[in-house]
């Protein structure tokens, strides 16, 4: 299978900077957020910066994996390249052609944002086989390189550039940050961005679906936890790069009810007047959880808002349907 | 009845600068927003310019006004401060006695928000000749003074502050900007901002609500045309002092239905990832009108999203139900 050039740079602090100085220039610099309500209404009454990559390009961090990934291609693997997801926008700030493999369950939004930016889709059934064996085919048509969406280093460090703006952005020193945890690309490019920094890393991972959490009790990556949360970006079980950088660096990832994360959205969307999709949601659901609080955890918190890709047309996950 | 101190400033461009002196302390200054997305979806491809006071304190750009009001009212007066909405906050901020006379069919979370901000409510039926009488009777029980909501100079002056904002912050001088009219605070604030800066001025009024529109064909202030419309910030008349400003000043103001504000508040949700009520997609609608469309006015064009305080527990108006 061909895959991107094998990173030269560590899994450490200095190879996420090195990836920030080179897509900065193709990133959003994201506003920070503060509420002094929000802040008020927890027990610890901690500052909270809330890091809005739901306006990033695409709608979530992911066009900072995508971006850096698409850098470190050579000039051979660029003419073929390909991808999934915020990849696409990438691919054609660039006039790449880009290939991506869907599950059909797919959000509309979702689909209809690949196809503007002019990506070329193939779906599949909504399980890890049928994605395989799909991508295998698409790649064996057309000869493009396969980009990972989470389990790749240079996944990682672009999407650690977003804690590294954050610090700073925010006008004080964080006592620790929170970030959601799916294939663990933002969590594990988190825990190497705050190296040395004192910042304590937490993730935030949905009841339904936390193999990354039961994977960290249990000393070993699970793959066979069922998914099941309304928090769609989540759903991925953590990558096999991402696990021991997490297991080594994150202090603790807080598991999450779907009802806490609805809870922790409709506060975001009321208070900051953000778009926030569920699982952009689950950091905050996470800081207002008895886990976090009871930590006693004095000092600024920083809360990564994930993305804020939702189907509008369907109602919204407080009022009665999922 | 009490009114506050008359303002000694004439209705000009250098009074809304005077009062943006007075306030920057006091006020948050909202990011302004693009998208290339919503830009190239129109015929015009105009570069628009969101200004987003969706994320002013309170929620709406009315904290400027009723900062300023406060600002304006002698050391006496103060001590027996009187208000609506967005002045409960500016009230609590400067540790003052708030009174509010709101309409009794008030969306909850307005009536929470005022609450919150430690305001005393005095709900009255939803129509002027109550509002006026509950007022009174308010004033004689409490002596406070009253601030008027948008039919005053110095509230128009404060909202005028929106614009000087815009046009620091646009990297490129804008050829026009639209602002919503229901009281016309905002729209003439705008106007007077805007003098001598060859900035086009345009009004954006709901097809339910239309006295500003209608008033404007006449040649003469309308009091008696019905409300009825989704978007609940702008139901109210123009006012005596608000009109003529806009007569003036205002190139036109351009009606839009209850669907096209809909239509172009899902698309700001979409797109923007904002929180907007109704009233804070009007302007937007206007400029996707054919009506603003057919001016072919070329350059960048400001939209002031005046503010995002929508119930969540209802359902999202394109979703069928308002």
Redesign the interface.
């Known amino acids: 299978m061909s895959t991107p050039s094998p990173p030269n740079l560590a899994l450490n602090r200095s190879s996420v900077q090195s990836a920030f100085e080179i897509i900065q220039p193709l990133i959003h610099r994201t506003?920070i957020f503060t509420s002094s309500?929000l802040s008020a209404s927890l027990p610890g009454q901690n500052s909270l910066y809330f890091k809005?990559e739901?306006?990033q390009k695409g709608?979530a961090f992911k066009f900072r994996g995508a971006s850096y990934s698409l850098s470190c291609l050579t000039k051979a693997e660029l003419e073929k390249g390909n991808h999934a997801g915020a990849l696409a926008l990438a691919a054609k700030e660039r006039g790449v052609k880009c290939y991506v493999v869907m599950p059909d369950n797919s959000s509309q939004?979702k689909v209809d944002a690949v196809r503007?930016y002019g990506a070329e889709i193939t779906f599949c059934e909504p399980n890890a086989p049928a994605r395989a064996s799909t991508l295998a085919a698409v790649q064996a048509r057309t000869g493009a390189t396969f980009i990972p969406p989470y389990d790749a280093a240079n996944t990682i460090f672009g999407q650690g550039t977003a804690l590294l703006e954050l610090l700073e952005q925010a006008p004080e020193p964080l006592a620790a940050v929170v970030a959601p945890v799916g294939g663990g690309g933002l969590l594990a490019g988190t825990a190497l961005a705050a190296e040395g920094t004192g910042v304590r890393v937490f993730g935030a991972e949905p009841a339904g679906a936390d193999d990354c959490a039961q994977g960290l009790r249990e000393g070993r990556r699970r793959e066979d936890v069922t998914a099941v949360t309304i928090a769609d970006g989540l759903r991925t079980p953590v990558g096999v790069l991402n696990f021991p950088i997490i297991q080594e660096k994150v202090e603790r990832v807080i598991v999450v009810s779907d009802e806490e994360i609805a809870e922790a959205m409709?506060l975001m969307?009321?208070r900051l007047?953000?778009?926030?999709e569920p699982s952009g949601a689950a950091a905050f659901a996470a800081v207002r959880s008895p886990a976090f609080q009871d930590l006693g955890i004095k000092g600024p918190v920083g809360i990564i808002i994930s993305g804020?890709n939702i189907d509008?047309?369907?109602?919204?996950p407080?009022?009665g349907q999922k």
Chains 1, 2 share one sequence.
């Open positions: 506003p309500s809005a739901n306006l709608g939004p503007a409709k969307w009321e007047k953000l778009v926030v804020g509008l047309s369907k109602p919204l407080w009022n």
